[in-house]
């Protein structure tokens, strides 16, 4: 059975523009190919349809479309404006709801597009200038009187109106424009204020007469901290417009009902090859519809992505498409869930070459490489190679997610085994009552297996909420400076501060606002600057201090709390990865560990080494053991036979391995 075999994949390529809906056919392919959620149906008819009809008066409004990149908001603009303009397109849209729904606008209006790109024109003459370009080529001749000898726009638009109705008596006229927000961004203040009361105009003009206006905006503009100062003018411009919002969800919709189209057969086909994967997982079983109908991506896919905060969310759909068209020939595993979660886009992530350029993003990047290279030339157990990989790639992607990349906030064990639906054939084999954990602690055995080949640097483990993230702080400090509030700003924080805060731009380096919010932000270092050079060899002599000095101080803090200097320094790094609650990082946890570890050697002293033995019976015996969770037994019996048969039988390594994580060793 292929991937091919089990869905009617409809690829998305190319991302949506407003004007493509100029062209008729064009315009149709976009009307037959939207779907529309429940979520979706419900703002089309309650409050888009009622806003744009002329035909029962109402208190008309400007519409907002507020959506991120990527989420479809261009191609609601354009199927909306298409059925605005031609009403024997309704029949193709797939909702019967809405099909009815759409009845009064369907037809009834002539549509000007447009998207606003960079200019330093005023609003008003972007608009104004489309109009009159626009009405020509309806017939309609019309020219607006100049900014600066009118006080209000109404009869403008009045005038305007009066002459369209004498052309077309039975339509009204649509305006629809895309980008809006950006355009926005770009402004000053006082323009910006302008702006604001030419847009109010707009939306006050769309209750008296037969003309409508709508916009695509990539975040509810009444919300945005950006436009706090012009609060007063963003509430008059609220007052006239309504917000159609599209959520995560209706991308979701789009991925599972468009991309991912799959008939009723071949969702029980799925149903049937994901059920008995179910155990292995939390809320597999509860939430098999959420994987059945997006299938085979991961249903937490959408949400992860819409979290990483530095990316633009434009291609997430495009993204999909093509890694779907490279495994549609492929047959689906049988021995593991075959889904595309989350760390399948780091390799896509990490090739935007813009990220390069913010230490704190390069660092994520450089961080994971580094973490990448060690595990395929370093790692002991080579089975865990796939799963250690895999992650790396999604705590570096969750890393992006947390809005700050220093924060100790990651992901449990737990939460990778099921966002990920990581698996590895030989948990069947262990047999016990308890899958779902059995594979919890396989992923806490690579993750520590990943630490350990790491030497702990780069991958930390928070004790209080038992998450796993990279710790970025190492790297940071080996190959940045961070700016300590003294002096001016370096030029490559003040570039980065001012294009984020309008209020910091123009700013002296040396002001004191400025500082203020610059203070402990990552910068690369300039070679041709005698304070940052004079930084990084303060660096170089601590890290060699460190270097010379690290193993006494160790020594030093370990007497400090009561415990004899361990033979290796990570042992007490091994106490962060057991599964039970008492043993976290904390002396009395690595009192435990050592004294278990005692235990074991006093128990090897007394018993000799197994030279004959059969490995069935021992495999037997691991079992039994594992299901009687007397994980001593599994332990003491490897200590007894050459290690080199542990190595090379994966079913015994593996019990081995988990009765270490369970334990909490190393």
């Not at 429940?38 to 744009?52: F, S």
């Not at 029949?91 to 447009?114: E, Q």
């Not at 959420?290 to 991961?298: A, D, I, L, Y």
């Not at 390799?347 to 490489?369: G, H, M, W, Y």
């Amino acid at each position: 059975m292929k991937y091919g075999d089990l869905i009617q994949f409809d690829p998305i390529d190319s991302v949506v523009q407003l004007r493509d809906a100029n062209k008729l056919s064009a315009a149709h392919t976009l009307v037959n190919t939207y779907v529309i959620s429940e979520e979706m149906v419900e703002r089309l008819t309650q409050l888009a349809i009622p806003q744009m009809q002329f035909e029962q008066p109402v208190d008309n409004k400007g519409l907002l479309v507020v959506g991120n990149y990527g989420t479809g908001k261009s191609h609601l603009l354009s199927v909306v404006s298409s059925l605005a303009a031609e009403a024997s397109w309704r029949p193709g849209l797939n909702h019967a709801g809405v099909r009815d729904a759409a009845s009064p606008i369907a037809g009834r209006f002539k549509v000007i597009r447009t998207e606003i790109g960079a200019t330093t024109m005023s609003l008003r003459d972007v608009l104004v200038a489309e109009l009159e370009e626009q009405l020509e080529k309806l017939s309609v001749e019309y020219v607006f009187p100049e900014a600066g000898t009118i006080t209000s726009h109404k009869r403008a638009f009045e005038d305007m109106m009066a002459k369209f109705g004498e052309v077309f008596p039975e339509h009204g006229l649509l305006l629809v424009v895309d980008e809006l927000l950006d355009y926005l961004r770009t402004r000053k203040d006082q323009e910006l204020t302008l702006d604001l009361s030419f847009l109010r105009e707009v939306g006050e003009i769309c209750k008296d007469l037969r003309f409508r206006f709508m916009a695509g905006v990539q975040e509810a503009i009444f919300d945005s901290p950006r436009f706090a100062f012009v609060a007063d003018s963003i509430r008059w411009v609220k007052d006239r417009f309504e917000q159609i919002l599209i959520a995560r969800s209706d991308v979701k919709f789009v991925v599972a009902e468009r991309l991912l189209k799959k008939t009723t057969e071949q969702q029980a086909k799925i149903r049937d090859y994901l059920m008995p994967f179910a155990k292995y997982y939390g809320g597999l079983n509860e939430r098999m519809d959420e994987f059945v109908r997006p299938f085979p991506v991961h249903p937490d896919y959408i949400d992860t992505f819409d979290r990483v905060t530095v990316m633009e969310k434009r291609e997430v759909l495009k993204t999909l498409s093509i890694g779907m068209k490279g495994i549609l020939g492929k047959d689906v595993p049988q021995d593991e869930p075959g889904l595309i979660a989350f760390d399948s886009y780091w390799n896509t992530l990490k090739q935007n070459a813009s990220f390069r350029a913010i230490p704190e993003i390069r660092a994520v990047i450089d961080c994971s490489q580094v973490l990448e290279s060690r595990i395929e030339n370093a790692i002991t157990r080579k089975q865990y190679k796939p799963m250690a990989l895999r992650l790396i790639h999604a705590l570096s992607v969750h890393r992006l997610t947390t809005g700050s990349i220093y924060a100790p906030i990651g992901a449990s064990a737990e939460e990778l085994r099921d966002r990920l639906c990581l698996f590895d054939p030989l948990i069947a084999e262990l047999g016990s009552d308890e899958p779902d954990k059995d594979l919890q602690t396989h992923v806490e055995t690579v993750l520590r297996e990943i630490h350990k080949t790491v030497s702990g640097q780069f991958i930390s483990f928070n004790a209080d909420n038992r998450q796993f993230y990279l710790d970025l702080r190492e790297l940071l400090h080996q190959s940045f400076l961070c700016h300590d509030g003294k002096g001016p700003v370096p030029e490559q924080i003040h570039a980065d501060v001012s294009t984020k805060r309008k209020e910091l731009r123009n700013l002296p380096k040396d002001d004191p606002t400025l500082i203020a919010k610059a203070r402990d932000r990552w910068y690369v270092p300039d070679p041709n600057k005698a304070g940052d050079l004079e930084k990084l060899r303060e660096k170089t002599l601590l890290k060699e201090f460190v270097k010379k000095y690290g193993r006494d101080l160790w020594a030093w803090i370990w007497r400090r709390i009561g415990l004899e200097k361990p033979e290796s320094y990570r042992e007490y790094g091994a106490g962060f990865f057991g599964t039970k609650p008492t043993q976290s990082h904390r002396p009395e946890a690595a009192q435990l560990f050592f004294h278990r570890l005692k235990k074991f050697e006093e128990y090897k002293e007394v018993k000799k080494k197994l030279k004959v033995f059969r490995l069935e019976a021992v495999r037997a015996g691991f079992k039994k053991a594992w299901q009687e969770c007397d994980y001593s037994v599994i332990v003491a019996v490897a200590n007894k036979i050459p290690n080199n048969v542990l190595e090379e039988d994966p079913k015994l390594l593996m019990w081995y391995d988990q009765t270490v994580t369970r334990m909490g060793g190393e």
